[in-house]
């Protein structure tokens, strides 16, 4: 038995349809590494990687690796658009309304429940968006203090 090894970023560029370039692995490496990124602080990120790529370069990528599903994007409401890394799990996000702050939450009762609306309008869902509301730790304690 062959014990798999990981798959290099270009490895799942090219699995994904997608022609390697130094932006879209820089893209790509960033955005996994970060979290819930916005565009600036990506492009910024990748420019230290890389050197210069245009504000659209990082778009255009950003775009096509959401499209391949190799990143994703989430929109909180009133937000800009963020950027992960984590796909494929269906999970939900936690949103600050004060700072702005993002965190991952998984479902909440097993592994993909709300996938299942109460009535689907004869729709064929694969994903279901839920974004929960509050104050982080940070905010919560600042404004009991």
Known sequence: M???RPSTTAEELRGAGLRVTAARVAL???VRQGGHLGVETIADEVRRRIGHVSLQAVYEGLNALSAAGLVRRITPAGSAALYEGRVG???HHLVCRSCGAVA???CA???APCLTA???HGFEVDEAEV???GLC???STSRSA
């Open 2 to 4: 062959t014990a798999s």
């Open 28 to 30: 790509l490496d960033t």
């Open 89 to 91: 799990d269906n999970h």
């Open 104 to 106: 991952d939450v998984d």
């Open 109 to 111: 009762v097993g592994e």
């Open 118 to 120: 109460s009535d689907g």
């Open 131 to 133: 974004v929960y509301w």
């Open 137 to 139: 730790p940070g905010c």
